[in-house]
């Protein structure tokens, strides 16, 4: 299939030494785009040297400031994303930093989503209670930002079959996809299991109740 157009490309690539709050450390290389569909200051971040590794890992993470930079308990995203850095270090691959708050309908509107959340909705219900989708998040840019890497063919690290069909769409060949580490806990369990039971995401629940 044919890459996305327009075709992205690199316009920056600078190293940048992180450190998580458990005192895990590494240095990857931010890499930003021209040329992205949507215009967004989306950011690839990479360990080693995917392009010329045999299984890149690649995990596209939505970015979600209450859970990555403020430790909110009412999602998996932070965990997530500290689990995402980890494993593709040690295999090399990209982390695409998306600029998709909410699922892709921003971060007021996804306070306000939670707010209807705590009168018994739904993440799902809530968003489409505010006249918002479901799920607003077009991968495209994504896909642009692999190709501009030399990378058409990946394992993907997600939950998520969206991402996948998104991106076999789109002109990237998913080898394999693997599922992240469950990280339930008693204020985001409504909120996994609505995206297991509505969504087919790939979280394993099993035994824990709501």
């Known amino acids: 299939m044919a890459h996305p157009r327009p075709q992205a490309t690199v316009r920056t690539r600078v190293r940048i030494p992180l450190r998580f709050g458990d005192g895990f450390s590494v240095t990857a290389t931010a890499v930003t785009f021209r040329g992205l569909v949507d215009g967004l200051e989306h950011l690839a971040l990479v360990f080693g040297d995917p392009a ?27 965990p997530q994303l500290r689990e995402a850095v980890e494993r593709i270090q040690e295999r090399g691959g990209v982390l695409l930093y998306l600029r998709q708050e909410g699922r892709g309908i921003g971060l007021y509107n996804k306070l306000d989503a939670y707010a209807l959340q705590e009168a018994g ?23 642009q930002m692999l190709h501009a890497l030399g990378l058409g063919e990946v394992d993907l690290l997600s939950n998520n079959p969206d991402k996948a069909g998104q991106l076999r769409a789109l002109g990237v060949r998913i080898r394999h996809t693997t599922p992240t580490g469950v990280f339930a806990t008693e204020t985001n369990l409504r909120y996994l299991r609505a995206k297991v039971d509505h969504t087919g995401h790939t979280i394993a629940l099993h035994g824990l109740a709501v």
């Open 121 to 143: 909705l739904d993440t799902y219900a809530a968003n489409t209670a505010l006249g918002l989708p479901e799920d607003d998040r077009d991968y495209t840019p994504a896909a």
């Open 52 to 78: 010329r590794t045999p299984d890149p890992l690649v995990r596209l993470h939505s970015e979600c400031l209450t859970g990555d930079v403020f430790g909110s308990a009412r999602c998996d995203c932070g």
